[in-house]
């Protein structure tokens, strides 16, 4: 079976600017993004485990982080991100890659700014979730 690449142009991060509206806005160009998930398992083992460790099926903490390089289009949405990371609030965010999309609550970790003399701003985010990711 083949697996088709994904171009990094293709890749889009987008913020939902009016809580609870359902529409979301691409942040902008992103020069670089990753992302990566946790599954923490809920570790059962006792003295009946014959010195094997044992873990509980199904169960255990999810998380989702991720980090994006991006030139925001607009400096609106700058400033809804960089608030809600002042603030220490969550945003809904979707991103999108290669026709699948998941979306879900993040809370802004990390929020770097560089702003080289001739050249446009750019800001380094990470974002962590904080419900359940989808995948629509």
């Known amino acids: 079976m ?3 690449a994904i171009n990094g142009s293709d890749v889009f ?9 359902g529409t979301f806005t ?3 160009g992103l020069i670089s993004n ?10 059962l083992t006792c003295k009946d485990s014959n010195s094997w460790r044992d873990l509980m099926d199904g169960e255990g ?6 980090s994006a390089e991006c030139i925001f289009s607009t400096d609106t949405l700058f400033q809804v991100v960089k608030s809600s990371y002042l603030a220490k609030t969550i945003l809904n965010y979707e991103i999108a890659r290669g026709g699948e999309t998941i979306s879900g609550g993040f809370y802004t970790t990390a929020f770097n700014e560089a702003s080289p003399d001739n050249d ?6 990470t974002l962590s979730s904080s419900e359940a990711v ?3």
Do not use: C, F, H, R
């Not at 991060?13 to 509206?21: D, F, H, Q």
């Not at 990753?34 to 570790?43: E, F, K, V, W, Y």
């Open 120 to 125: 446009k701003v750019t800001a380094s985010i």
């Open 2 to 4: 083949a697996i088709d």
């Open 61 to 66: 903490l999810q998380s989702m982080d991720i």
């Open 13 to 21: 991060l987008a913020v939902e600017t009016a809580p609870a509206s």
């Open 34 to 43: 990753s992302t990566s998930g946790t599954n923490a398992a809920i570790d």
């Open 134 to 136: 989808l995948d629509i």
């Open 26 to 28: 691409q942040v902008g």
